[in-house]
């Protein structure tokens, strides 16, 4: 039954089935997921429904991503749950794919009877649109449960699809649902097409174990482990051409004790072949079973039956990290001979949603963590995301997402995130990122908006681009590859003038501009402080594309330039040929601090870039959560509620030295939190949040810089915040910043 494949070809090295060619994002963008909000930058709903064309989502969070309602997936996607930290698991609603060519694997999805979309409609996913036929789906190395709705549907004639390796367990009985007692399994029909159901445990669902129905074509059922299945296991309706082969069921508590396999309705059409299976078989239309195949199969290498149950037990569900809690009960108790069909997760202990961990530090945000890069022969700061350094032809982040579920890639443990500035005017500028707010500040002209710090003292910041004040010919427009996910530009070979207002602190400054450098024209920019001009280029360098992509994201480092607080900031510069002005940002770095000034100023003797660390990449081990906020460096912040008490920690990846390290918050007029910094199990300073800001929100005008100088920190100590909240204003922190006094041999 199997036949050969280019590896290359596949979804992935070893994908099966109708769907086993399914290229999903492959060679598109990389987006990363770097929240758990149900909507909004950087959340799995803007990736999957707000963004368009080839792209790889990769998660950079962990934990539950509870949904208001359903996730409409568009095409040319890869789905890569298997890159989160800790594993993602997604609550309340389904995903829905609408469009062709989609790839999921390594996720949860697991609706229950809590918060979210309306009963009726809670899948954990469907596969198919009322509008068109939908093409090319494999849904891989998932788990699923708790669904009111059916776990998998794939329907409205859906062709192509590949649903193999997956738990689909425990949809829920006398829930919610509106009919009343609803638990389904899996169901395909409404004349879907070439439909492989292969290696997958379906386990404690009343119905559907599958149903097959509605004319029906070309329908798959191999190697597949059915347990405690209800009155029925497979049941085959009107109109159906399917291949039965090689599966293991294994009746339950809730077996109704009659066959299995049950074909139904012997109308003109219906056809089967059977072969192999652990089950008895009956029902009306078992006349249309044939002694040879029906159609033409798809690549799948068929086990023996008596293969499959060890088989499936060991390989199917979402297993990387590792299985958690709920799968690892739902594959006991089929060797057990355990458990029951359910009415609600409560009954069972109710999730388990793993703490939201650090992800493991990519500095070119490639989707490739820097440790794996090295293994891979890689440069951790070049965005290499489509090469191929070993020469399988398939590119390396193919190689690094599948290779989790594989069991292939040499994993490090988490390394939490730092920004140690960029490299400099001949290297690109890394990959897409998202800050994860959904907050949009517009224009400020100041450089104390968007920027890493207030600008009080002297400290590197960026200001992104569409933060300057627009003059003339600019406009500000959106672009996945940009720092803050959007860009200045003009049209065409138009003209187009912005400026910047600077309220940073007077010093020589090095000013690093981010801009797309495309290879269709030769774009002019000039950049002027207080009107004279501190540097002129034109746009040429050849960078291997005509798009703002990752690759034509570069930087133009302008040394040595005297800035005052006060000055202005203006670029001036126009397109030409086919290549817009598109500026991303500036980043403005000191070149020497000038005298200490008061408690939060510090001063530096080492010259090395400061190291960045935000607090959404924090581990987050109690009573902290991660909130969008526009004010914030990175768009977001680590949030403790009015009363509670919150721990957030990371363990040190730079040099041992003698730092200073500075806090940023937002410390507001409406109450007196309290903070603790412990470095290395010693408490390094603490204080509380009263500053006089007169502001009682999140502002920028209530970000603070709190600096505790002269801290010994060796590499790999623990960095450790902890704190609580008072009255109206909850714990927000922003993030931290070390600034390097010496460095210690």
Known sequence: MSTTTNAADLAFAGAEGFGAETTGGRGGEIIHV???????????????????????????????????????????VTIAGQTSPNG??????????????????????????????????????????????????????????????????????????????NIMAEALQ??????????????VGDGAENVTIVGNLIAHNEFRNMTVKDDSKQIEFINNVVYNYGPNGLLGHEGTTAHIIGN???????????AAIQLKSPEAGTAYYLEDNIAEVDGGATSKIKNKYVFEPSNVTVLPSSQVVDHVLSNAGARYPELNDVDERIIQSVKDGTGRIIDSPDQVGGYDFGKNVAAPKDSDKDGIPDAVEKTMGTNPNKFDAHGDADGDGISNIEDYINGLIDGDVATAPVETPTDTGSGGSDTGAGGVSDSGSSDDTGSSGSAGSGSSGTGSSGSAMRVEA??????????????????????????????????????????????????FDENDGKAELSVLVNGKAVDSWKWNKDLGSDLANNKTLTERVI???????????????????????????VDLRPQLVGEVMGEDTFESGVDIDPIKIEAESLLLEDGFRIESNGHASGGDVIRVKGGGEG?????????????????????????????EVVVGGEVVDAWTWNAETEQNLASKDSLARHVIEDIQIAA??????????????????????????????
Do not use: C
């Open 248 to 258: 293991a069921y294994i009746a339950g508590k809730d077996s109704a004790g009659r």
């Open 174 to 187: 006398s829930s919610i649902h509106s009919k009343g007692d609803h638990s389904m399994g899996l169901l």
């Open 647 to 675: 721990t957030a920690s990371t363990f040190f990846e730079g040099e041992t030295g003698i730092y200073d390290i500075a806090i940023d918050y937002f410390d507001e007029a409406d109450g007196a939190s309290f903070l």
């Open 34 to 76: 770097t929240n758990l909000n149900d909507s909004g930058k950087g959340s799995l709903r803007w990736a999957l429904e707000q963004q368009d064309g080839p792209r790889i989502v990769v998660f950079d969070v962990s934990g539950e991503i509870n949904l208001k309602d359903m996730i409409k997936v568009n095409g040319d």
């Open 466 to 515: 569409e933060d300057f004040k627009i003059i003339e010919g600019f406009f500000e427009s959106s672009n996945n590859a940009a720092s803050g996910d959007d860009v200045l530009q003009v049209k065409g070979t138009k003209a187009g003038e912005a400026e910047l207002a600077f309220d940073g602190a007077s010093g020589t400054y090095d000013l690093v501009i981010g801009y």
């Open 716 to 745: 790999g100590d623990a960095i450790v915040l902890q704190g609580y909240a008072d009255g109206g204003e909850p714990l927000r922190i922003d993030s931290i910043e070390l600034f390097a006094d010496a460095l210690l041999a």
């Open 88 to 165: 993602v698991t997604v609550t309340g609603a389904k995903l829905r794919i609408v469009e062709d060519n989609v790839i999921v694997r390594g996720m949860q999805f697991r609706p229950g009877d809590g918060d979210g979309d309306t009963p009726d409609n809670r899948d954990g996913l469907s596969i198919g649109s009322s509008s068109h036929t939908v093409k090319n789906v494999i849904v891989d190395s998932n788990s699923f449960s708790w669904s009111i709705d059916e776990l998998v549907t794939v329907w409205y004639g859906a062709q192509n699809v590949t649903i193999s390796n």
């Open 559 to 585: 040394e040595g330039v005297e800035i005052n607080e006060g000055d202005t900031v203006t670029l001036v510069g126009k397109g030409q040929g086919k290549e817009p002005l598109r500026v991303d940002y």
